[in-house]
């Protein structure tokens, strides 16, 4: 196993190191905008003062959604406190089908692998299947592939099977943000599922037919209208889950599909693929003493929303620090911090250290110290969220390979 340790080495203000802020060594935020160092295809992002907004703050803002701080179409809704707890906020986004993240900016949209045969034959499975004519035709679900070509190239169910469905097991949770449908031709004849639902599971056993948000009756996607032309449909809410199940509802000759997931993989912490059980702390602050506003290890979840959203150490000092624990080897090559807020007090690390270990008992301190790059007026805040490219060059073992993660830290959330 290996591990790492995350420290807070100040307070305030931090410098740039070895150029790594040279994109915001002139401040190209407007109004008193703080210049933070981006990433991939942002070399910069802005963080506005009060009253402003914009990509480079040089723009008025008159309220939270205007302009819409949303991404590829999402909604901007305002929320008032009593609804958003004591979150960043005055907003939350609510994304179009096939975008994620606090700002919808994240695409889920990718194709999981029907057609082009990621998803292996072993991985499909059905409530029953067709053998055709005289038995000598057999429309598997193997063969539920969108735009498979021959004579056979559909699943389609037994004519006796009253209540059919078709399977795929992802192999893993997964987010499913639509599906692909199509039919198929029997000798000369069109055959399709005309409306269908969509079932899911975590474990293979028990399952949870599709529902519109805020609805109480199971949702019914309306499917083709021939046998060769496809369909699009997106679900709204996402599904998360392992295994996914297409349910006929109405059929013309027969229930013969072939199809394609849409979706993508899952993030970390963020996503709870990280259990709250494999997250620890040396100690957990406790607001005013009460244990019901405890900062416990598993709140240190990205964009994690309420009162207490975060871990806090119980005191400030060296010594304290964070563990995860990721249970089998994994690669590590960035993480992203952000602070808090503790009842409208703004706390957050502005610099730390990484370290890792092979047996969680003796560790090895990445040398680099990380820092939070920023220029110009202002300061930083709770709800600035900076990624971290910082364990390319260390790895573990020779697989290159980290099981533990323990973030280790001193003066914890400083001002």
């Known amino acids: 196993y290996g591990s790492s340790i995350l420290w807070a080495g100040s307070c305030g203000s931090v410098s740039c190191w070895s150029g ?31 009253g402003f907004a914009g990509d480079t703050c040089n723009a008025t803002e008159n309220g939270p959604c205007s302009p819409s701080p949303c991404k590829n179409d999402g909604e901007c809704e305002v929320i008032s406190n009593s609804r958003r707890g004591d979150v960043f906020n005055g907003y939350v986004c609510r994304c179009s089908p096939g975008f994620e993240g606090v700002h919808c900016q ?22 029953s299947v067709d053998f055709g004519i005289l038995g000598l035709q057999r429309w598997g679900p193997e063969l539920a592939r969108l735009n498979n070509q021959g004579m056979v190239n559909a699943w389609s169910s037994a004519s006796h099977d009253k209540n059919p469905w078709i399977e795929v097991d992802l192999q893993k949770k997964m987010r499913l943000t639509g599906i692909i449908t199509q039919g198929a031709s029997r000798m000369g004849m069109a055959e399709f599922i005309k409306a269908f639902k969509v079932a899911s599971s975590f474990d293979g056993k028990v399952y949870a037919v599709h529902r519109a948000e805020g609805q109480r009756k199971d949702k019914v996607f309306v499917g083709n209208t021939d046998n060769d032309s496809t369909k699009t449909n997106l679900f709204d809410p996402p599904i998360v889950a392992q295994y996914i199940r297409i349910i006929p ?31 620890s702390a040396t100690s957990a602050f406790r607001t005013w003493g009460i244990d019901a506003f405890t900062w416990l290890p598993h709140y240190a ?27 089998k080897p994994k690669r590590i090559t960035g993480i992203i911090t952000q602070g808090a807020k503790d009842f409208g007090v703004v706390q957050f690390v502005s610099a730390f250290k990484i370290a890792y270990s092979d047996d969680g008992q003796t560790w090895t301190v990445v040398k680099e110290q990380i820092t939070v790059c920023k220029t110009g007026g202002g ?17 573990l073992r020779s697989e290159s390979s980290a099981s533990f993660l323990l973030f280790q830290s001193f003066l914890i959330f400083c001002k």
Request: aromatic residues 6%; proline residues 1%; hydrophobic residues 35%.
């Open 301 to 327: 979840r990205l964009d994690k929303q309420g009162k207490t959203n975060a871990w806090s150490a119980a005191s400030n000092n060296r010594t304290e620090w964070l563990q995860l624990d990721l249970e």
């Open 20 to 50: 790594s802020c040279r994109q915001c060594t002139v401040n190209l935020c407007h109004n008193g905008g703080t210049c933070v160092t981006g990433v991939g295809d942002e070399p910069f992002f802005c963080i506005c003062a009060e």
């Open 106 to 127: 994240i695409s889920c949209i990718s194709l999981l692998g029907m057609e082009g045969g990621g998803i292996v034959e072993s991985q499909i499975s059905a409530s």
């Open 249 to 279: 509802v109405v059929c013309r000759k027969a229930c013969t599909l072939r199809m394609e997931l849409i979706g993508c993989e899952l993030n970390g912490k963020s996503s709870r693929l990280i259990s709250d059980s494999q997250l």
């Open 379 to 395: 300061g930083h805040d709770a709800k600035m969220v900076i990624l971290h490219f910082v364990f390319s060059l260390y790895y």
